[in-house]
Nanobody, 122 residues
Framework: QVQLVESGGGLVQPGGSLRLSCAAS????????MGWYRQAPGKERELVAA???????TYADSVKGRFTISRDNAKETVYLQMNSLKPEDTAVYYC????????????????WGQGTQVTVSS
């Protein structure tokens, strides 16, 4: 069974930075694509950034140029570096993994980790 543990969230002022981490276990990490998602209050969960097993990336338009997704297969961890944070980035951030890129893009998962709260406020 796959386990996902997100960490690194917190309270940050607008314009600040945070680095989120997601440690995965229970699957062959290097073979999976990984995605970061977020859910703000009253909104549906959305894909923020994703990375293939070979390192290709994609980003939501709202975070392009500000967020960077990366992975360390040896540590079985995926990261999300978030710079120039805005109040609208406030949400609970989740990660997930799958061997199918289409599943990552749809965010169609039956189970999720606990997420990590990111709050951008002055």
């Amino acid at each position: 069974q796959v386990q996902l543990v997100e960490s690194g969230g917190g309270l940050v002022q607008p314009g600040g930075s945070l680095r989120l981490s997601c440690a995965a276990s229970g699957s062959i990490f290097s073979l999976n694509a990984m995605g970061w998602y977020r859910q703000a209050p009253g909104k549906e969960r959305e894909l923020v950034a994703a990375i293939t097993s070979s390192g290709s990336t994609t980003y939501a338009d709202s975070v392009k140029g500000r967020f960077t997704i990366s992975r360390d297969n040896a540590k079985e961890t995926v990261y999300l570096q978030m710079n120039s944070l805005k109040p609208e980035d406030t949400a609970v951030y989740y990660c997930n993994l799958d061997r199918r890129w289409a599943t990552i893009l749809r965010g169609d998962f039956r189970s999720w980790g606990q997420g990590t709260q990111v709050t951008v406020s002055s």
